[in-house]
């Protein structure tokens, strides 16, 4: 694996950085990736296109599945940088804090705009319950005014 740091591949001892670096970018990418069907989520929000909706969440899933099956092994690598900010140059150490940062900054957004999405979903949930009720109600008025008698009408001078 080559870094884009030049002295992390000069036979430093230090394929840790080498490797949370690799994870990070990745990481980025993928939250890249994500903020990417941000717009096309919200309109098919609004626009209430079920389907589009559901393929972009299922598409999104598929990026969120890739995020978190590497998750343990970036823990493992953040939390010893500290202990391991030695083995390499203050500016590798840095550059990997500035994009753990990133990540981190990218997440709250996503995590920011899920919440509104979330929100919308459930105000159109809420209409759509709405105007469900609002026709049965509609259709419960024609049937209260509907024959209740199959096979046609009664007369009062005549046996039923």
């Known amino acids: 694996m080559v870094s884009k740091h030049p002295n992390l591949n000069e036979g430093c001892n230090a394929e840790w ?8 970018d990745d990481r980025v990418q993928l939250l890249r990736d994500l903020e990417s069907t941000t717009a096309r989520q ?6 209430r296109d079920v389907g589009t909706l ?3 969440l299922a598409s999104r899933q ?9 998750q343990s092994e970036l823990l493992e690598l953040t939390q010893t940088l500290a202990d391991r ?14 994009q753990m940062r990133v990540v981190f900054d ?3 957004r996503i995590a920011a705009h899920d919440d509104m999405a979330h929100a919308a979903l459930r105000a159109a949930r809420d209409e759509a ?8 109600v509609g259709g419960g008025a024609v049937a209260a005014y509907a024959a209740r008698r199959v096979g046609g009408a009664v007369y009062a001078d005549r046996k039923a």
């Open 129 to 136: 319950r709405a105007e469900l009720d609002r026709a049965n």
């Open 42 to 47: 919200d309109d098919a929000i609004v626009r």
């Open 54 to 56: 559901a393929e972009l």
């Open 17 to 24: 950085a080498v490797r949370l670096e690799a994870i990070l």
């Open 85 to 98: 900010a030695a083995e390499v140059p203050r500016e590798t150490v840095d550059a990997l804090q500035a």
């Open 106 to 108: 990218g997440l709250s």
């Open 62 to 70: 598929t990026v969120v599945d890739r995020f978190v099956a590497g």
